[in-house]
């Protein structure tokens, strides 16, 4: 169970990453226009934007990673909630598939840190 919570939480991360990358990188390219649905000049018009949302899923990603390489589980339950609330503020507000590909991974990976137990020490007494 250990195993697939870490699982889970770094392919949210890695999902975030993908996300940065589309919104600050790809945002003016093709892929970028495919994926968002958006015109050339809605995408030249709201780049700046998009590249500080996309700094903001990094900052997600990298709160996971610290999580999972720490071994620190307030961590990850922060940055799992954090993932949750603006999936689905965006679910609701801008697109409905936000909710599944943002927050509903995120909640699974949720469930599943809550769900394991943390190492138990042996007394050396």
Not at 85 to 91: E, S
Request: aromatic fraction near 12%.
């Amino acid at each position: 169970m250990r195993f697939l919570s870490h699982l889970m939480v770094l392919l949210v991360a890695l999902v975030h990453f993908w996300f940065m990358a589309l919104e600050m990188l790809l945002w003016n390219h093709p892929v970028g226009q495919r994926i968002f649905e958006m015109t050339p000049e809605y995408a030249a018009s709201s780049a700046v934007l998009a590249a500080n949302q996309g700094l903001y899923n990094g900052f997600l990603a990298v709160g996971l990673l610290w999580g999972l390489l720490a071994g620190r589980r307030d961590l990850k339950v922060f940055f799992l909630a954090c993932i949750i609330v603006a999936g689905v503020y965006g679910g609701l507000t801008a697109k409905m598939t936000i909710l599944y590909v943002q927050a509903l991974p995120a909640f699974i990976a949720l469930l599943l840190v809550a769900f394991v137990r943390a190492p138990t020490r042996r007394s050396t007494l």
